[in-house]
């Protein structure tokens, strides 16, 4: 089972960038299908960038134009480049890792965006 860890986090400003990075141990993050997701504070966790093992990719509505979900398989690690920020985007921002066997989440990195 691989293990992810998340970087990147911080404090930005309405309008700006944010590039998280998932890094991943124990296997091949080409073969496996990995997420993004968020927690605001008294909200459910939601997808918000998916990209599976062939390349696809799939948004949540609200970041559709603005966030991009990528991968590096030289350096086994899954990228989330945020721009045009909005104070919305504000949450803990989790890793997954799926395989058919298994999935593996990481232990989250905050994201606060301010007006």
């Known amino acids: 089972q691989v293990q992810v860890v998340e970087s990147g986090g911080g404090l930005a400003q309405s309008g700006g960038s944010l590039r998280l990075s998932c890094a991943a141990s124990?296997?091949?993050?080409?073969?496996?299908?990995m997420g993004w997701y968020r927690q605001a504070p008294g909200k459910q966790r939601e997808l918000v960038a998916e990209l599976t093992s062939s390349g696809r990719t799939t948004y949540t509505n609200s970041v559709k134009g603005r966030f991009t979900i990528s991968r590096d398989n030289a350096v086994n690690t899954v990228f989330l480049q945020m721009n045009s920020l909005e104070p919305e985007d504000t949450a803990v921002y989790y890793c997954k890792a799926v395989s058919p066997f298994w999935a593996s989440w990481g232990q989250g990195t905050q994201v606060t965006v301010s007006s």
């Open positions: 124990g296997s091949n993050l080409s073969v496996l299908r």
